[in-house]
Each structure stands twice: as structure tokens, then as C-alpha cells.
């Protein structure tokens, strides 16, 4: 006799994945590792909107598995979080050897889209992220706009490329002196037409070493106009905070998606 699924009171079925997939991007030519999340099929068939996940400057592709409850919050939502491994870049073209842009920007991005059910315009994809993610995040839409529908950050290391910063933690390398000023979010924002301006929300504890910065975002956006979400909170820069705020990143993709589906 077949064996039947066991039946769980409370809990509904979930036809989710966790996948660690590899592929090799062209633009860099090596193989690099995404993790995945999938939506739950049997109420969300697809086509599928993505969440863009980056990581910070001390982490990679496996570190919001890892250190928050981020799988039960996408699962709760339905949507597709795709986190690559970013390695140390910045998520900028520092040589030819870390073309991270291109490859976020293209190479993954059409993989996505070619091996899953996605929508498959800016409508349908955002990108958000952490420290150098948040930066990153902010980076890539800014220099994208018609790439995504909006963009998140949480405790964004928004200095890269601005300002050199001398007293900072030893582990981060910032190569700021050698960056040209197409990495500086600040002038990408101020050069960003206003017919093409998208919706953005950022965040950042208190405590967080990191708040001088995006407490200077915040003032410079209302300066030019941008329209934009930010709010401080208790905390400092770590895991405890960045789990108990992606919530609002998650919400705010999927508000965005939503609004994207009617236009």
C-alpha cells in the first residue's frame, strides 16, 4: 500500500523549496552558487515576482539562511528570494576579475529568468539587502532603474565611494581612493532624472556604527526630492536587528509589486 503524507492540524501543506543552485556567469567567467526560495506552488502558480537578497562585506549566499527566519517569513508571503554570493566587491566592477555589477545585473538575472517562472520585467523584481548589501542595493537600482520596481536597505554602508573613512572596523576594505564617482550613491541619486525615480525605504539601528550615514541619506534624498521611506530603530549592526526588520523589506517588495501589477 502507498504511504500517505502525514497529516499536520494547524499547519498547511507547503510545496516550498530551499535550493543552493550553481551556475556560470559569463560575465565572470567562473561558476558561482545562488540560494533560492521558492514560492508555494499550489497557491502561487507563477509567473513570480523576486526579491533580490545581497549579503554584507563579512558574509555570503548563505547567511540570511542561517541567521534569521527569513524561509517562514517568505513562506508567508509567496514571493522568490534570490540570494548570490557577492563576495567582497561591493557589488561594483572593481577589476575584470570581480565583475559583480554585470553579474548581479545580467548574468543572474537572466538565469533567474530562464529557469523559473518569473515575472519577468522591473515590475516583478526588487532588490534589497544588508551594510554593503544595503549599499549595494541602493547601487545596482540607481544605476538600473529599469531593472527593478524598488529597492530596500538595512543599516546600508552608504560611505563606499562617497568619503573615506578613517576609523573603521579593520575587516572591511573600502577602496574608496580608487573608486570612480559612478559608485557613489550619493551623485547617483542627485543625476537620477525624476521621471525615473523609484520607491525606496531604508532603515538603521541606533546604535549602529553605521548611522551617520544613512542618517546623511536621509537628508540628502529629502534635499533632492526623492521621495522615500527611512526610520531608525533600536539596535546595532548585527543579526538580532536584521531579522527583526526584513519583515519590512519583504512588505515593501511586495506593496511595490502589487502597485507595478496595475500601472
Same mark, same amino acid.
Given at each position: 500500500?502507498?504511504?500517505?503524507?502525514?497529516?499536520?492540524?494547524? %499547519?498547511? /501543506?507547503?510545496?516550498?523549496?530551499?535550493?543552493s543552485m550553481n551556475f556560470?556567469?559569463?560575465?565572470? @567567467?567562473?561558476?558561482?552558487?545562488?540560494? %533560492? %526560495?521558492?514560492?508555494?506552488?499550489?497557491q502561487a502558480p507563477g509567473? &513570480?515576482?523576486? +526579491?533580490?537578497?545581497?549579503?554584507?562585506?563579512?558574509?555570503?549566499?548563505?547567511?540570511? $539562511?542561517?541567521?534569521?527566519? +527569513?524561509?517562514? !517569513?517568505? &513562506?508567508?508571503?509567496?514571493?522568490?528570494?534570490?540570494?548570490?554570493? #557577492? +563576495?567582497?566587491?561591493?557589488?561594483?566592477?572593481?577589476?575584470? /576579475?570581480?565583475?559583480?555589477?554585470?553579474?548581479?545585473?545580467?548574468?543572474?538575472?537572466?538565469? %533567474?529568468?530562464?529557469?523559473?517562472?518569473?515575472?519577468?520585467?522591473?515590475? #516583478?523584481?526588487?532588490?534589497?539587502?544588508?551594510?554593503?548589501?544595503?549599499? @549595494?542595493?541602493?547601487?545596482?537600482?540607481?544605476?538600473?532603474?529599469?531593472? !527593478?520596481?524598488?529597492?530596500?536597505?538595512?543599516? @546600508?554602508?552608504?560611505?563606499?565611494?562617497? /568619503?573615506?573613512?578613517?576609523?573603521?572596523?579593520?575587516?572591511?576594505?573600502?577602496?574608496?581612493?580608487?573608486?570612480?564617482?559612478?559608485?557613489?550613491?550619493?551623485?547617483?541619486?542627485?543625476?537620477?532624472?525624476?521621471?525615473?525615480?523609484?520607491?525606496?525605504?531604508?532603515?538603521? @539601528?541606533?546604535?549602529?556604527?553605521?548611522?551617520?550615514?544613512?542618517?546623511?541619506?536621509?537628508?540628502? $534624498?529629502?534635499?533632492?526630492?526623492?521621495?522615500?521611506?527611512?526610520?531608525? !530603530?533600536?539596535?546595532?549592526?548585527?543579526?538580532?536587528? &536584521?531579522?527583526?526588520?526584513?519583515?519590512?523589506?519583504?512588505?515593501?517588495?511586495? /506593496?511595490?509589486?502589487?502597485?507595478?501589477? +496595475?500601472?
Amino acid at each position: 500500500m502507498q504511504a500517505q503524507p502525514v497529516k499536520q492540524t494547524g %499547519i498547511q /501543506e507547503k510545496t516550498m523549496a530551499v535550493l543552493s543552485m550553481n551556475f556560470r556567469g559569463p560575465r565572470l @567567467g567562473m561558476t558561482k552558487t545562488v540560494n %533560492i %526560495i521558492t514560492p508555494k506552488v499550489e497557491q502561487a502558480p507563477g509567473p &513570480w515576482p523576486v +526579491l533580490y537578497l545581497l549579503h554584507g562585506y563579512s558574509d555570503n549566499h548563505t547567511e540570511w $539562511l542561517y541567521n534569521t527566519s +527569513l524561509v517562514r !517569513y517568505a &513562506w508567508e508571503r509567496n514571493m522568490m528570494i534570490v540570494m548570490p554570493d #557577492g +563576495l567582497r566587491t561591493w557589488y561594483t566592477n572593481i577589476n575584470e /576579475e570581480d565583475a559583480m555589477e554585470q553579474f548581479i545585473t545580467s548574468d543572474l538575472v537572466k538565469y %533567474i529568468d530562464g529557469t523559473f517562472n518569473t515575472i519577468k520585467s522591473a515590475a #516583478g523584481r526588487a532588490i534589497a539587502g544588508l551594510s554593503m548589501g544595503g549599499y @549595494g542595493a541602493f547601487m545596482l537600482s540607481m544605476k538600473n532603474p529599469d531593472m !527593478y520596481c524598488c529597492a530596500s536597505s538595512h543599516s @546600508g554602508a552608504f560611505f563606499y565611494a562617497h /568619503e573615506i573613512v578613517k576609523e573603521m572596523p579593520q575587516k572591511v576594505r573600502t577602496d574608496t581612493e580608487r573608486l570612480a564617482p559612478e559608485y557613489d550613491v550619493f551623485k547617483l541619486a542627485a543625476d537620477m532624472p525624476k521621471d525615473k525615480r523609484f520607491p525606496l525605504r531604508f532603515d538603521c @539601528g541606533e546604535s549602529d556604527w553605521i548611522l551617520k550615514w544613512n542618517r546623511q541619506m536621509h537628508e540628502h $534624498l529629502d534635499s533632492i526630492g526623492w521621495s522615500h521611506t527611512y526610520n531608525e !530603530y533600536p539596535g546595532e549592526h548585527n543579526w538580532a536587528y &536584521w531579522d527583526s526588520h526584513i519583515c519590512q523589506t519583504l512588505d515593501f517588495a511586495m /506593496e511595490n509589486f502589487a502597485k507595478s501589477k +496595475l500601472k
